[in-house]
Structure formats: structure tokens, C-alpha cells
């Protein structure tokens, strides 16, 4: 049986058939959040239907029986990885964030991949009719990993725009990593990205809140439901400890836990142990640049709708250790 986790590390594969990630560029990639720091959202009003979206989203990601993020939550995360994710430098204002991952079925095509996204991928097609050509899909999806975010108790708010363009072209193939890729491959690809240790450190984070839909075969031994940390439905630092440890009903990735001890990735995945103000600093930062790989312009040319995404259902934690 194949089986797929909810967010990051998701393309999993059994052993006979190995995902192969062609080796990156090792030429030194200026980080994504010194490339469009600089750059300013366009000042015009974010436009009101993003109201109702939102509302509907935030009714679609939160269990009422405990508070904390769902299913739909966690899937609507991984779902913005897969649609921007799939980016790399070579294809500049091309691909990215586009909607693709929906629009193109990569669901469908690319269960390898996808698997696990096809009830969050019907979700927001049905919210997509409902709002027409009044929102685009590369908006939806970034939009509701937003409010997703949020949705989790402890999540940060991340600074949200709209106006990006759709798009049916597929994505790049072999673009994301399995949670069997080594750590060494891993790295290089998101450098390709234009992602430091420090920023993949931190979008690593977003498996606090991370379910296994399931993984097959070794190494992964990984059951349908299980979790990357023991509060799956809190936004927290507990991930990084937990992953080089042997905790009970804590079932880590291959691929995370190489990553927790490479050379360069381990020494940032050690300094969010236990220091959530850091995690959020570093994740808010990382996770705003994804959602603009691929947009021309970046943010300059989008509407800031920030305001209208909740502050989040539990203040962010910033007393306790300095960031730095």
C-alpha cells in the first residue's frame, strides 16, 4: 500500500520505485527573503469577496469538538507546497503559485505526489464555483493555506495577497521531495528555489501539525493517522525535538530526521527546539516567499489582503527566548 503525508515531505514512493531529483545548480542562489524584501504590495483595496472566502474557509479548517486545525487544515497547507513548491529558478516569472495543481489535475496525474489531496482539492473547487471569475485558484490556494495556519492553535499570521494568475499548464515534474529523499538532495532542491538551511528549517515546522495519510515499505513503517509530533493539532516547536527522539505515537519522516542532523539544515533545526518565537519568525518569513515563487513582480504587483485573514485563535508566543 502506498501512503502520503499532509504536507511537506509528501511524494512517497515505495522502494522499487525510487523518485529520482535531478541534481541542482550548487552555485550560490540569493535567499527568496532577501530577493523580494523589497519589494511593496500594491496599495489598492483588497477586494471584499475575499470576506465571505475567508469566512468559509475558516468554517471548513477548525475541529468544533477541541478548537484546534483539521484534516482540511493540514491538507490545505501541504496543497499550497504542491502548487508553488513545484517551482525552481530556471523558470522565472513561470509556474509557481498558479493554481496548476488543481487546474492541470495534478492530483490525479501525479499520485506519487498528491496523493491525500483530493478531498481538499474538491473542496476548494466547489468553493471556486461558488465565488466564479470573482477569485482566481492560485489566490484559493494560497489563501487557505493562510487562514489554515491560523486555523491551528499557536499558528502565525502570514501576509496574504491576492491577484495572482491561473494557470492549466502542468507543473515541472520531479520537483518535490519524498520523505525517503536523502537530506543532502533536499537541500540542493530548495536551494534551487532560492531557500537557505534557515528558511527549509523552518517550513519543515509545518509538520507540527502534520498526519500521516500513511507511508509503505521501509524505512517508513508509517501509519494511516500518524503524527510528525504528539500535538498535531497545535501549531508548536514540539515537532523539533520530538523528531530526533523516540516518542511515543511521534511517527517521523526519513527525510526529516536526516534533515535534523545535515550539516547545515540540522544546526537551524536545532535552534527552533523549544523556541516557538524563532519558529514563527523564521516560518512566517520562509512561507510568505513561497507563496510568491513564480508571480511576476512578486509582491509589488498584488493586493495585500492580510487584513482579512483572522489574527489567529491563540496570540503568538513572544516572550520566552530572543529570536536571534
Known amino acids: 500500500m502506498r501512503c502520503f503525508s499532509l504536507l511537506l515531505a509528501i511524494s512517497v ?16 542562489i540569493p535567499p527568496v527573503k532577501r530577493t523580494f524584501s523589497g519589494l511593496a504590495p500594491r496599495k489598492n483595496k483588497c477586494p471584499d469577496v475575499w470576506k465571505s472566502v475567508v469566512a468559509d474557509l475558516s468554517t471548513m479548517f477548525v475541529d468544533t469538538s477541541n478548537g484546534q486545525c483539521n484534516d482540511a487544515a493540514r491538507a490545505a497547507i501541504r496543497a499550497a507546497f504542491h502548487d508553488c513548491g513545484t517551482w525552481s529558478k530556471s523558470q522565472g516569472d513561470t ?16 499520485p506519487r505526489d498528491n496523493n491525500g489531496l483530493q478531498d481538499i ?58 520523505p525517503f529523499t536523502d537530506a543532502e538532495t533536499i537541500y540542493r532542491l530548495f ?42 493539532g497545535k501549531w508548536d516547536v514540539n515537532y523539533y525535538a ?52 513564480g508571480v511576476p513582480g512578486g509582491k509589488s504587483k498584488l493586493i495585500d489582503c492580510t487584513d482579512f485573514v483572522p489574527k489567529g485563535s491563540q496570540k503568538r508566543e513572544f516572550m520566552g527566548r530572543a529570536v536571534n
Open 95 to 110: 509556474g509557481g503559485c498558479d493554481g496548476s495543481l488543481i487546474l492541470a489535475n495534478e492530483i490525479s496525474l501525479r
Open 191 to 232: 536551494k534551487d528555489k532560492g531557500f537557505d538551511a534557515e528558511d527549509l528549517a523552518a517550513l519543515l515546522g509545518a509538520h507540527s501539525v502534520s498526519r500521516a495519510v500513511g507511508l509503505s515499505g521501509p524505512p517508513g513503517n508509517i501509519p494511516v493517522g500518524g503524527a510528525q509530533d504528539s500535538t498535531p
Open 242 to 293: 520530538e523528531t530526533t527522539k523516540n516518542t511515543s505515537n511521534v511517527f517521523s519522516f526519513p527525510s526529516d530526521r536526516a534533515l535534523a542532523v545535515h550539516d547545515k539544515v540540522g544546526k537551524e533545526f536545532g535552534r527552533m527546539v523549544g523556541n516557538k518565537r524563532r519558529f514563527d519568525d523564521k516560518f512566517v518569513n520562509a512561507m510568505e516567499n513561497l507563496m510568491l515563487l
Open 13 to 28: 514512493i515505495t522502494p522499487a520505485h525510487g523518485l529520482t531529483i535531478s541534481e541542482v545548480s550548487n552555485s550560490v
Open 121 to 178: 482539492g474538491a473542496k476548494l473547487t466547489t468553493l471556486k464555483s461558488k465565488y466564479n471569475t470573482q477569485i482566481t485558484m492560485a489566490d484559493l490556494l494560497a489563501v487557505a493555506a493562510s487562514v489554515a495556519i491560523v486555523s491551528c492553535p499557536g499558528g502565525p499570521r502570514i501576509d496574504t495577497y491576492v491577484g495572482r494568475k491561473d494557470s492549466t499548464t502542468p507543473s515541472p515534474e520531479n520537483m518535490l521531495p519524498s
